[in-house]
């Protein structure tokens, strides 16, 4: 392998450690010991005497539960985590914390069960005691009970139905708030202190923490109506039970009653923040680094070009690292094997022909790429010449959006496996010269 290929790997390595869930946490945290206080992130500070509850649900549940612990230690004092069920099979108990199962990307009767244990812990925190609340996605599953009269296989149904429907994550909880008894802000009623620190890592395009898993302590801002909406939009009315149509007809559109008490939403994971830890280590590698100030959200094509467009006009000619982060669109057809990252780096190969000593890194932060089992792939001047030299055609790999065979193809794939990390997909272009 290339030494810039090496530089980039030791790069995304030293980044998925540094952005681990528990790292996360444990970096939200101030302690100050001369003062006796605790904050975490820009919350008021809180005496180091104030008992500690934690309620928390996702795919990084346990590990956010974790670093809580590394820092927090007996100051916790009761606290439920619903992770996902291998994750709960390995790990039963955090210190005071207990991690219980649930199903993803579908609520199952775990799911249901350990929510309903997570509420009683939360209804018996005291008043004075602070809650802390470790969100991350995948709650939207994780964490649910059906509201009203509604039933788990109707949720279920209507879970499979936006699944496969293509709609953003914004249109999908926008419907699973409505039909859940826990989501758009409902958990936070069910918590009996009055002091409340919901940490989040996002899993979202915009970073809202009202659809990071359904916002659980974002009070909602949308309603019966656009949940309605979204599953006309998508066909959806008529493939769902009729039951959950009419409860969303029929339920009132009554504010629900807002939180008296304190509470601090930090966002302590993203894509801008994986992006910010990458560009420390791109300095540490000697590279001078130009860090996209935006999230990308955008149709795959808009954003190749997005990218090319902004290394040349922010090129300063040194050894240089240029950094992207967000999620792109991509509308899939045929049965090709490939995701947002691998397709992204082929885009991006048939558009850097012409540079030298350039590397396009184009990963998800999870370590998985759409319907592979690689996060992604590596992008060089060379790539589509070295493909034409083996008989591999990139416009036919795009075409039936199959970048992972013609990646395979170069030995340029990216294997991390399961990183624990989750904010969307990252892009690194180091040009060394
Ligand atoms: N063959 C393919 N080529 C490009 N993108 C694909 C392909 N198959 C699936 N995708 C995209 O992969 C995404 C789902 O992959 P995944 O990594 O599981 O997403 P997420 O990280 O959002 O859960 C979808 O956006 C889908 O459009
Ligand atoms: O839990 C959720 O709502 C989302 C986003 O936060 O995650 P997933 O795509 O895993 O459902």
């Not at 048939?350 to 890194?361: A, E, G, N, Y």
């Not at 070295?386 to 591999?392: F, L, P, Q």
Request: glycine share 8%; hydrophobic share 40%.
């Amino acid at each position: 392998m290339d030494a810039l290929r090496e530089t980039a790997l030791r790069i995304l390595r030293k980044t998925l450690a540094g952005m681990a869930p528990d790292k996360l946490v444990v970096k939200s945290v101030t302690k100050d010991e001369e003062q006796g206080t605790i904050k975490f992130g820009d919350s008021q500070a809180f005496s180091l005497d104030t008992p500690v509850y934690v309620l928390g649900a996702g795919k990084a549940a346990a590990a956010m539960a974790q670093g809580l612990h590394d820092v927090l230690g007996s100051q916790i004092r009761d606290g439920l985590v619903i992770a996902p069920t291998a994750v709960a099979a390995e790990t039963s108990r955090i210190g005071a914390i207990q991690v219980f199962p649930g199903s993803h990307p579908q609520p199952d009767e775990d799911t249901i069960a350990s929510t309903l244990e997570l509420l009683s812990v939360a209804r018996s925190i005291p008043k004075d005691a602070l809650t802390v609340v470790l969100i991350s996605g995948g709650a939207s599953a994780l964490l649910e009970l059906p509201a009203g009269k509604l039933t788990l296989e109707q949720l279920r149904d209507v879970y499979h139905e936006l699944l496969r429907s293509g709609a953003p994550i914004q249109e999908m909880n926008t419907v699973r708030k409505q039909l859940s008894a826990v989501k758009g802000g409902q958990l936070l009623q069910h918590i009996s202190s009055d002091k409340v620190v919901s940490l989040l890592i996002s899993d979202v395009p915009g970073d809202d923490p009202a659809f990071i898993a359904s916002g659980p302590t974002t009070p909602d801002s949308t309603s019966a109506q656009d949940a309605l909406a979204v599953l006309k939009k998508y066909g959806l009315d008529v493939k769902i039970p009729p039951e959950v149509l009419a409860y969303l007809h029929e339920v009132s559109q009554d504010a629900k009653p807002a939180f008296e008490g304190y509470h601090h939403v930090e966002i302590v994971g993203s894509s801008g923040i994986f992006a910010k830890e990458a560009e420390q280590h791109c300095q540490a590698e000697e590279f001078e680094t130009w860090i996209d100030p935006q999230q990308y959200d955008a149709p795959i094509e808009e954003v190749a070009d997005y990218i090319i467009e902004q290394v040349r006009t922010n090129r300063k000619r040194t050894r240089e690292a240029f950094l992207f982060h967000g999620e792109s669109t991509v509308q899939v057809s045929g049965d090709g094997k490939g995701g947002r990252n691998q397709h992204l780096a082929l885009l991006l190969a048939t558009k850097i022909t012409r540079r030298k000593r350039t590397l396009v890194m184009s990963v998800g932060t999870d370590g998985g790429d759409g319907n592979t089992d690689v996060a992604g792939a590596f992008a060089a001047p060379d790539s589509v010449a070295r493909a034409e030299a083996i008989g591999v055609s990139e416009q036919k790999h795009l075409a039936e959006f199959d970048a992972y065979h013609f990646f395979k193809s170069l030995g340029d794939l990216i294997f991390t496996g399961p990183t624990g990390n989750n904010v969307m997909d990252f892009q690194l272009i180091l040009i060394d010269s």
